[in-house]
């Protein structure tokens, strides 16, 4: 006989996962009575919104369900941002909350909120668990979705008397989706149809977002685009599929993509897309977006097909499975020489040019601190100037070393993240890059940082600004900096130390001159090297902006370009 939270814990054990995040509450306390001797590791975080940050941190850099746990109504209310995260960036994560007792549901009890209800929209599956009984099957099947097809959030609701309650435990349970959803997925894969596009092209590119890491499948989509040598490029999320080298690699595409990128999806006739859905960040106008293009779509959710405009030729499937079946239909076909358009797109001209302007010391800044990265390293961004600074200069080839809260956009993502990624990967240097806003909004992560020893390097950039919003109020609101000046920022120096970690503040000037000094050069290595948490805060020019920009609603074609 055991009792449902030992039912609970043993059943996320079997899954695979052996570290969870959370935060302990009136009705999931049975299961943090039950968490010593599960075999599951559970990191305290000091707010919900960092466990499942954490947890989203430690599914993005493994690739495994991430585990979140939260009391109910408070609790749980503020897991929501993260699930909608989750959602959004593709990212499996089990989210577990104690729920009040059954009789009370529905009776506005103290700590009751419908989260079931809540995050309905923003969960690929959740349930209401109303028996014991039903436990180890929930669990099976809120982990199968969590991981399968586009992987995504999952919300499991436990009343807190079954997590008391008891009853024999015959072991964790399987679950096998209906086999009809396999012939479904198998239908549609038009890889003939999509070579026969690929004939008729003259200007053809390839487009990579987080569906080709997802899918495992970076070694066949690498293969492939040696093969087709046209001009690709990835979206955020995508960045670090493709080779950094290939001399057909354009870098980021987008609202802040490289002019290279953004010219060549512009001018293309036949896009092929490998794992993205083209949200607007990427398309820009979606009317005048790739005007002339036909569309091939590698996707394994229908759902993301169709989202700006039809597409012609609709490859349904893991692009791990229809990655090499095109490309088997590549190496059999005598494809046009794009020799003419490749030197076009990838040629001199369209190169980005050296930094300059206002954000030169920062991006160079950055340019120092990630050329001197050990070859292990994961990079997290939080959202703002930084993150787009970040991935614009990120030159890795590692599919999973770039994360960022890229669809939600949500501040605050990074330094939790941080925490779930150097747990999962303790040997791995960790630089977590946040904004003087963002870092605000989970600074309490700091203690978790301090009392795990977790060797995070942290990074602000500190503008004193909001200063995404702070730019577009710039160039779209006439300069009026309304309610974006942060001034009086606190002295993040002396907030690490209270929180015992240690921290040093540089000023941008030291990046005016290249190459910098042995000094700075010496505190770099040492920083990122250091077998402490450490924080740096990097004072930049609080007028410093992300170009290029394709402002919002215009086409991909036109692109501010960094001012003089
Ligand atoms: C939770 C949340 N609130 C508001 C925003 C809107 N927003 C986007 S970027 C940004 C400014 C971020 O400022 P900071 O963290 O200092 O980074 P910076 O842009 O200055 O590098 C804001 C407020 C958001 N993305 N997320
Ligand atoms: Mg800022």
């Given at each position: 006989?055991?009792?449902?939270?030992?039912?609970?814990?043993?059943?996320?054990?079997?899954?695979?996962?052996?570290?969870?995040?959370?935060?302990?509450?009136?009705?999931?306390?049975?299961?943090?009575?039950?968490?010593?001797?599960?075999?599951?590791?559970?990191?305290?975080?000091?707010?919900?919104?960092?466990?499942?940050?954490?947890?989203?941190?430690?599914?993005?850099?493994?690739?495994?369900?991430?585990?979140?746990?939260?009391?109910?109504?408070?609790?749980?209310?503020?897991?929501?941002?993260?699930?909608?995260?989750?959602?959004?960036?593709?990212?499996?994560?089990?989210?577990?909350?104690?729920?009040?007792?059954?009789?009370?549901?529905?009776?506005?009890?103290?700590?009751?909120?419908?989260?079931?209800?809540?995050?309905?929209?923003?969960?690929?599956?959740?349930?209401?668990?109303?028996?014991?009984?039903?436990?180890?099957?929930?669990?099976?099947?809120?982990?199968?979705?969590?991981?399968?097809?586009?992987?995504?959030?999952?919300?499991?609701?436990?009343?807190?008397?079954?997590?008391?309650?008891?009853?024999?435990?015959?072991?964790?349970?399987?679950?096998?989706?209906?086999?009809?959803?396999?012939?479904?997925?198998?239908?549609?894969?038009?890889?003939?149809?999509?070579?026969?596009?690929?004939?008729?092209?003259?200007?053809?590119?390839?487009?990579?977002?987080?569906?080709?890491?997802?899918?495992?499948?970076?070694?066949?989509?690498?293969?492939?685009?040696?093969?087709?040598?046209?001009?690709?490029?990835?979206?955020?999320?995508?960045?670090?599929?493709?080779?950094?080298?290939?001399?057909?690699?354009?870098?980021?595409?987008?609202?802040?993509?490289?002019?290279?990128?953004?010219?060549?999806?512009?001018?293309?006739?036949?896009?092929?897309?490998?794992?993205?859905?083209?949200?607007?960040?990427?398309?820009?106008?979606?009317?005048?977006?790739?005007?002339?293009?036909?569309?091939?779509?590698?996707?394994?959710?229908?759902?993301?097909?169709?989202?700006?405009?039809?597409?012609?030729?609709?490859?349904?499937?893991?692009?791990?499975?229809?990655?090499?079946?095109?490309?088997?239909?590549?190496?059999?076909?005598?494809?046009?020489?794009?020799?003419?358009?490749?030197?076009?797109?990838?040629?001199?001209?369209?190169?980005?040019?050296?930094?300059?302007?206002?954000?030169?010391?920062?991006?160079?800044?950055?340019?120092?601190?990630?050329?001197?990265?050990?070859?292990?390293?994961?990079?997290?961004?939080?959202?703002?100037?930084?993150?787009?600074?970040?991935?614009?200069?990120?030159?890795?080839?590692?599919?999973?070393?770039?994360?960022?809260?890229?669809?939600?956009?949500?501040?605050?993502?990074?330094?939790?993240?941080?925490?779930?990624?150097?747990?999962?990967?303790?040997?791995?240097?960790?630089?977590?890059?946040?904004?003087d806003?963002?870092?605000?909004?989970?600074?309490?992560?700091?203690?978790?940082?301090?009392?795990?020893?977790?060797?995070?390097?942290?990074?602000?950039?500190d503008n004193k600004y909001?200063g995404?919003?702070?730019?577009?109020?710039?160039?779209?609101?006439?300069?009026?900096?309304?309610?974006?000046d942060l001034s009086d920022n606190?002295?993040?120096?002396?907030?690490?130390?209270?929180?015992?970690?240690?921290?040093?503040?540089?000023?941008?000037?030291?990046?005016?001159?290249?190459?910098?000094?042995?000094?700075?050069?010496?505190?770099?290595?040492?920083?990122?090297?250091?077998?402490?948490?450490?924080?740096?805060?990097?004072d930049?020019?609080p007028?410093?902006?992300?170009?290029?920009?394709?402002?919002?609603?215009?086409?991909?074609?036109?692109?501010?370009?960094?001012?003089?």
């Amino acid at each position: 006989m055991l009792k449902g939270a030992e039912i609970v814990l043993r059943c996320v054990r079997a899954e695979g996962t052996d570290l969870v995040f959370g935060y302990p509450g009136g009705a999931i306390m049975p299961l943090y009575d039950a968490l010593d001797g599960s075999g599951v590791r559970h990191i305290l975080t000091r707010h919900e919104q960092g466990a499942v940050f954490a947890a989203e941190g430690y599914a993005r850099v493994t690739g495994k369900v991430g585990v979140a746990i939260a009391t109910s109504g408070p609790g749980a209310t503020n897991l929501v941002t993260g699930i909608a995260d989750a959602k959004m960036d593709s990212v499996p994560l089990v989210c577990i909350t104690g729920q009040v007792r059954s009789s009370l549901i529905g009776t506005d009890a103290f700590q009751e909120t419908d989260v079931f209800g809540m995050t309905l929209s923003l969960t690929k599956w959740s349930r209401l668990v109303r028996t014991i009984e039903e436990i180890p099957d929930v669990i099976a099947e809120a982990f199968y979705w969590a991981r399968s097809g586009r992987p995504g959030p999952v919300m499991l609701d436990l009343p807190v008397d079954l997590l008391k309650a008891k009853m024999e435990f015959r072991g964790p349970a399987k679950f096998y989706p209906h086999p009809r959803a396999a012939e479904a997925n198998a239908e549609g894969a038009f890889t003939d149809t999509a070579v026969a596009l690929l004939h008729q092209a003259r200007r053809p590119v390839a487009l990579v977002g987080a569906g080709a890491k997802l899918s495992g499948a970076i070694d066949e989509l690498r293969a492939l685009l040696d093969r087709l040598e046209v001009p690709t490029f990835a979206t955020v999320h995508g960045l670090g599929a493709v080779r950094q080298d290939a001399p057909y690699y354009l870098g980021m595409v987008g609202m802040h993509g490289t002019r290279a990128a953004n010219m060549a999806l512009h001018e293309t006739d036949l896009l092929m897309v490998f794992g993205a859905r083209l949200d607007d960040r990427v398309t820009g106008d979606p009317t005048r977006f790739a005007p002339e293009a036909r569309i091939v779509h590698f996707e394994i959710d229908p759902a993301q097909l169709d989202r700006v405009r039809p597409c012609e030729v609709p490859v349904i499937g893991n692009l791990a499975d229809t990655i090499p079946s095109f490309h088997a239909e590549v190496n059999g076909a005598h494809l046009p020489d794009w020799s003419a358009w490749r030197a076009i797109a990838c040629g001199p001209e369209r190169a980005e040019p050296d930094p300059r302007g206002l954000a030169q010391p920062t991006k160079r800044f950055l340019d120092e601190l990630f050329s001197r990265l050990p070859a292990d390293n994961v990079i997290i961004a939080d959202v703002g100037q930084h993150q787009m600074w970040s991935a614009q200069r990120y030159r890795s080839s590692s599919p999973r070393g770039f994360i960022t809260s890229g669809g939600l956009g949500a501040m605050g993502f990074a330094l939790p993240a941080a925490v779930g990624v150097q747990l999962a990967k303790p040997g791995t240097t960790v630089l977590c890059v946040s904004g003087d806003g963002g870092f605000q909004m989970n600074i309490q992560e700091l203690a978790t940082v301090h009392r795990l020893g977790l060797p995070i390097k942290m990074v602000i950039v500190d503008n004193k600004y909001l200063g995404m919003v702070r730019q577009w109020q710039q160039l779209f609101y006439d300069r009026n900096y309304a309610e974006t000046d942060l001034s009086d920022n606190p002295d993040f120096v002396e907030i690490a130390k209270a929180y015992k970690i240690h921290a040093w503040r540089l000023n941008e000037d030291a990046l005016t001159e290249m190459p910098v000094s042995a000094e700075i050069s010496d505190a770099f290595d040492r920083f990122l090297r250091s077998p402490e948490p450490e924080l740096l805060v990097f004072d930049c020019h609080p007028e410093a902006n992300v170009y290029p920009m394709v402002p919002s609603g215009a086409a991909l074609s036109e692109m501010m370009l960094e001012e003089d």
